[in-house]
């Protein structure tokens, strides 16, 4: 008896403390309300948050923390799942679109269980009061929690629900610096929280409550009780079935944190740093490729001795849309200095730049792909380079002079054409040529990459090949919707008839034994400077033009670097990721001024770009006999293996009539102007002498070959 009126009495006190508890609570709440308007400043809104770096379908490239350090981004509702903010809301607050700011329904029933168990069974805090928390932290006593219910009411009054609840879901912690239901979505599940599992949501509603201890890649068990806890709550309220609930829990969680994208790194470093005040930066990139080709330079970039790297673009000759963009193959390399961007930094372009030194020649008609040039060694203003093969083909076609990449009749062509006409022809078109400290006017070594150029603007001239001499700017953002290849601002390099005569020879170049284009018509363009520092591979069909770089940042010399064998079998790698839209066998339509014709039915002066001189000795007594000129000892003629084009061996000196003898045995030769022409019909080494009529001679070896696809 003594027990029960005991009970009854502890009972009643406890009922008492809680009458004037309500007593005073409800007044104050009342009078809160009354001063919400105006009283307390508004918590601030105006958050920090993460910049977004996106492909041109909205996908994540690359994402930065915001200014004090957190992965923060803006939760919409619209892009969340609607289960997920159903099952948040029974699990936080039922009564969220009911009160306005603070349940005093919870906080009564909060304060009950308080009296009457001795400890706090369920909380009274609402998401309101918990976003209030979250916006201005301040120590957990009776006087914070005043002030945040103030604010709560006042964020009531001046937000919708809808916006509470994405603030909430932009700044609920989830372990470490990651803030908000998007971040936590990405570096968790490596997904937007569009369509997530009971398994994810369970486990995004269970970490906000402690944040530190639950996040799945620290306290593995915590997080999966902190699931099983919410799971439970979830089903006892009815919002989740049994088998649900049952089903789930035997789903595992993650480990760890999924890594940081960073894909394009070094053009979102840039875009970034050119729009600094945007959170969201839409770029025309496709991620899929990006990633394959990424993936690519990786694997080539192992093969490569240490130091080397990688660059590559990709763009779409219609639209001007840059689709991938690589500076660097490793961006976090410890070998080299990968996060510098070697698609704009200044490199010797090699022979990249010879198209169009005969493009600019075909337009001022100076040359035709037909025309006859001799590939011989010899000085041309006093600068006497050699073909990078040390081999010379005689006299041939400027067209085979362009695809075989020959060194002297580019440099013969550019005598006649101008540097400074080049040079500023390609300025002219946005294309700035920078030449070297030591030089203020540009010279004759233009033609074989004595120059610095930037990958982004050779990539632009190649994609004015593929565009009938149009070029046009890069297109890297996505925000100028207005834009079309109409309305783009444009610039002729060269004419359309040039430009076709160029393309129709790059795309007779053939790729290093093993590799093929894969039935594609594929015109392509290789390049190796100077010490074998940059290698590179410039290639364009109907719907893309493709930059390949190699090299060394600091400029070092790399062993065995060249464009055609280090940089086109990359090309043709990154070109069998592209599908060919367009089946037509040539590369660009026929202009109506182009001159499909042979060498005779050419103009005369088209015919030969140069009338050979003859070097006379006049001191050179008869008696001493004769004196082969050409071909020089030791050199390499290549010809074709279908023409019987003849050589000219010139000869100064000696008695006529002169006599030609290969191999020890007497040739005919018809003799023009102290010049024998043999129509060779043999291959390999040969042995040349040529004999007068007092039986002096003269004799060379030297060596010919046949090329298989002239």
């Not at 029933?109 to 998401?127: H, K, P, W, Y």
């Not at 090949?465 to 601002?489: D, H, K, Y």
């Not at 001159?595 to 009338?611: A, S």
Request: aromatic letters at 8%; hydrophobic letters at 40%.
């Amino acid at each position: 008896m003594f027990l029960k009126n005991q009970t009854i009495r502890i009972l009643f006190v406890k009922f008492r403390h809680l009458r004037r508890v309500i007593f005073y609570a409800t007044p104050i709440i009342f009078i809160l309300v009354l001063m919400a308007n105006w009283w307390l400043p508004l918590p601030a809104t105006n958050l920090d948050y993460s910049v977004e770096i996106l492909d041109k379908s909205g996908k994540l490239l690359r994402l930065y923390t915001t200014k004090d350090g957190y992965w923060r981004l803006p939760a919409r509702l619209e892009d969340l799942d609607p289960h997920f903010i159903e099952l948040l809301l029974s699990y936080e607050d039922k009564n969220f679109y009911q009160h306005i700011g603070v349940d005093i329904t919870a906080i009564f029933r909060a304060i009950g269980q308080v009296l009457t168990t001795g400890r706090l069974v369920s909380g009274a805090s609402t998401i309101t009061m918990q976003t209030v928390r979250l916006l201005q932290p301040r120590p957990r006593t009776i006087s914070s929690k005043l002030i945040e219910i103030y604010n709560a009411i006042r964020l009531e009054t001046a937000l919708s629900k809808q916006q509470i609840l994405a603030l909430y879901l932009t700044l609920a912690p989830y372990g470490g610096n990651i803030q908000g239901i998007r971040a936590a979505s990405l570096f968790y599940f490596d997904k937007d929280p569009k369509f997530l599992t009971l398994a994810e949501i369970a486990l995004l509603i269970a970490i906000p409550q402690a944040p530190e201890s639950r996040r799945p890649d620290r306290i593995h068990k915590y997080a999966i009780s902190g699931r099983a806890k919410v799971l439970q709550r979830l089903m006892t309220s009815g919002a989740i079935s049994p088998q649900d609930a049952t089903r789930t829990l035997a789903i595992p969680i993650p480990s760890h944190r999924i890594p940081t994208p960073r894909l394009a790194p070094h053009l979102s470093d840039r875009l970034r740093h050119i729009n600094p005040n945007a959170q969201r930066i839409a770029t025309t990139i496709d991620l899929v490729l990006q990633r394959k080709v990424e993936t690519i330079l990786r694997h080539r970039q192992h093969q490569q001795t240490p130091g080397v790297t990688l660059a590559a673009i990709i763009l779409d000759n219609h639209t001007w849309q840059v689709q991938t963009y690589i500076g660097s193959s490793n961006f976090l390399s410890k070998t080299y200095p990968g996060q510098i961007n070697m698609a704009r930094a200044i490199r010797s372009p090699g022979s990249t730049i010879k198209p169009f030194i005969y493009g600019l020649a075909f337009d001022r008609d100076l040359i035709h792909p037909e025309t006859l040039i001799f590939d011989r060694p010899g000085p041309v203003r006093n600068y006497a380079p050699g073909n990078f093969d040390h081999r010379y083909h005689g006299e041939i076609r400027v067209r085979e002079a362009l695809w075989t990449s020959r060194n002297i009749p580019a440099i013969k062509i550019l005598n006649r054409l101008g540097s400074n006409y080049l040079v500023s022809r390609l300025n002219a078109a946005g294309t700035k040529l920078h030449l070297p400290l030591n030089r203020t006017r540009p010279n004759l070594a233009i033609a074989l990459g004595g120059v610095g150029i930037r990958m982004e603007d050779l990539v632009r001239l190649y994609a004015s090949l593929a565009n009938a001499g149009t070029m046009r700017e890069l297109q890297f953002l996505q925000s100028n919707t207005n834009i079309t290849p109409e309305t783009l601002t444009h610039i002729n390099v060269l004419s359309a008839t040039a430009t076709w005569y160029v393309t129709d020879i790059l795309a007779d170049a053939q790729p290093p034994t093993g590799f093929t284009a894969n039935n594609r018509r594929l015109a392509f363009k290789t390049g190796t400077s100077y010490g074998f520092r940059d290698a590179w591979a410039m290639g364009y069909d109907a719907n893309h033009t493709v930059a390949v770089w190699l090299g060394r940042p600091d400029n070092g010399y790399t062993t065995n670097l060249s464009g055609l064998h280090s940089a086109v079998p990359i090309l043709l790698e990154i070109f069998a990721l592209l599908q060919p839209i367009q089946l037509h066998p040539l590369l660009i339509p026929i202009p109506p001024n182009v001159l499909q014709v042979q060498n005779t039915e050419l103009p005369v002066k088209l015919r030969h770009f140069e009338i050979p001189i003859i070097p006379k000795f006049k001191h050179l007594p008869s008696s001493r006999g004769p004196k082969i000129l050409y071909p020089t000892p030791g050199s390499t003629l290549e010809l074709a293996s279908n023409a019987n084009t003849p050589i000219h061996i010139e000869v100064a000196g000696g008695q006529e009539p002169l006599y030609l003898l290969v191999n020890g045995r007497p040739t005919a030769a018809q003799l023009q102007n102290q010049t024998l022409l043999w129509t060779p019909n043999i291959d390999g080494a040969v042995n040349l002498a040529v004999l007068d009529a007092k039986g002096h001679s003269d004799h060379i070896s030297f060596h010919i070959t046949r090329l298989t696809n002239p």
